[in-house]
């Protein structure tokens, strides 16, 4: 999930949903090696953050969105 949000900060995406997409990237950042309920924790904020992205404004920044949130479904899903 990470790597998909890492790759939108190169990509021409839109200052709000850029702004959003920077916060979820550092919260899933923290999830990294961390205990199973800091994870879920910072999935679910991530979930929350990414809920507020409805387009970027760049079609390959898009995907990436959606295969993050895909991931966070996963994963929350993995951990309820």
Known sequence: MHGHLEATA???VATRPSQYLGEAEAVVG??????????????SQ???????????GSEE????????RELTRE???KLE
């Open 46 to 56: 991530a979930d929350e953050l990414l809920s507020h992205v409805d387009e970027t």
């Open 30 to 43: 923290d999830a990294r090696d961390a205990p199973e309920s800091v994870v879920k924790k910072r999935v």
């Open 61 to 68: 920044a898009d995907e990436h969105v959606e295969r993050a």
């Open 10 to 12: 190169s990509l021409p």
């Open 75 to 77: 994963i929350l899903s």
